[in-house]
């Protein structure tokens, strides 16, 4: 993507992201600049984004690193919505089956691991 020289410097990684996200996503861009190709999910204003790096090699070596990214909010709250029903009853909201399975076997594995009997107890 070419910028005239006049705006490349407001498009600047550091110039559009905050600080600490800057430093994780330079991060990935330093691994870009290494030669790999990187994907990563970005949490930004709101917006959950799948974002692809891909290094731009002249001459064996890397030159530039193109980014692409995509809107994949939905996709992620459609996913914690898969999640939540898997674990609670959709029309009363409380705590179904699975989810006691899985916090007994969870308790019963913590209890085996310290020798723990009374927190064993407890749950049976």
Not at 103 to 121: D, G, H, I, V
Request: glycine fraction near 6%.
């Amino acid at each position: 993507m070419g910028f005239p020289n006049n705006l490349k410097e407001s498009y600047l990684l550091k110039n559009v992201v905050s600080g600490k996200m800057f430093i994780c996503v330079s991060r990935y861009f330093a691994q870009g600049l290494a030669g790999e190709q990187v994907s990563f999910e970005l949490n930004w204003f709101g917006l959950t984004l799948l974002v692809y790096l891909s290094p731009l090699i002249e001459n064996g070596e890397v030159t530039e690193v193109a980014a692409t990214a995509f809107d994949i909010t939905e996709r992620k709250e459609a996913e914690r919505q898969i999640e939540k029903m898997t674990h609670y009853d959709n029309l009363t909201g409380l705590a179904n089956r699975r989810l006691f399975q899985k916090k007994l076997l969870n308790e019963l594995n913590r209890a085996f691991e310290k020798t723990n009997r009374s927190r064993l107890c407890f749950w049976i």
